[in-house]
């Protein structure tokens, strides 16, 4: 039995496919087969019921690939206490974050893990929760930054995940807007508004909407992907949006007061923070980064009230 042989196996299950796991590992694909065929041939068991499909792990292989992730994972952090010089620590480092956490957790954390590791290349893309969720269980990203799913989600898919920080809902108005005055609205009050959301991929949209249609059909004037985007229309339709406080507390529209957030009442606080596999685990610079985001939020605390906004420790 090899080590490369149990990443093969895991890079397997995890994507499905052997040419999925061939192209993402830079191996051939016949050289992933004939060393998985080895492994059932040494372990007298079968690991995959092959069709044209893909691959689907039997009962024994579920049992096997579980041990395998497990034994990964030691490997990690084996890696991590053989890193004597900072500097010695190289690589790529894949990370993804919903749009609240890209502007608002990772340009310190990054920059802080840049000056200790300078020669990690980080690399992000941001987008919303659902294509982080599933990025993270094909193994194209170390880890994500999320508003949390569900347990059940969790549980199911072998993810775990690290609070950081607690977050409001807020409604974002124009300071040219009648409502500019107000400190809170409600669901209720924000069906006679044309409204700007974040496009379904975002678990924000769900849950605004959702709330919404308990008072009626919500005016949704569009949907974006971008905060950006977002105040752009506010500022130019004064139409209504939405962000998590921690997408604009150091926002610099809200600051000089172009922009005015009010806090949406009947909203409950969101938790946002990292999230990764829970067998196999990041690697070892995501595990660095990891760390700099949770120190980061300890010291974080949002304008926005005792309890709503404070970090998780």
Known sequence: ?????????????????FTASSERLFVSQPSISQSVNALEKELDVTIFKRSRSGAIPTEAGKL??????????????????????????????NVAAVPSMCYQILPCSIARFKAKYPNVHVRIWEG?????????????????????????????????????????????????SPLAGRK???????????LVLYTSEYAIHHTIVSELEKYGTPNILATV???????????????????PSISWDNDDDVHSGRIVPLLVEDSAPSQFGILYRKNSGPSVAGQKLMKEVQDYTERLTLNEGPEAGRSMK
Not at 9 to 17: K, L, P, R
Not at 77 to 84: A, G
Not at 144 to 171: H, M, Q, T, W
Not at 227 to 243: A, E, W, Y
């Open 225 to 243: 992907r971008n905060p950006q985007t977002i105040k752009r229309f506010v500022l130019q339709t004064n139409s209504v949006g939405f962000g």
């Open 184 to 194: 809170s609205i409600t669901y209720q009050e924000l069906l006679d508004w044309q």
């Open 1 to 17: 039995m090899r080590l490369e042989q149990l990443y093969y196996i895991v890079e397997i299950a995890d994507t499905g496919s």
């Open 64 to 93: 096997i690939i579980e041990h395998a992730r497990a034994i990964l994972n030691e490997i990690n952090e084996i890696k991590s206490l053989s890193v004597q010089n900072d500097a010695e620590l190289k690589g790529f480092l």
């Open 128 to 176: 919303g929760s659902e294509r982080i969720m599933s990025a993270l269980e094909k193994g194209d990203v170390d880890f994500g930054l999320v508003k949390k799913p569900e347990d059940a989600y969790l549980r199911e898919n072998k993810l775990s995940f690290k609070p950081c920080i607690f977050s409001r809902l807020y409604a974002l108005v124009s300071q040219d």
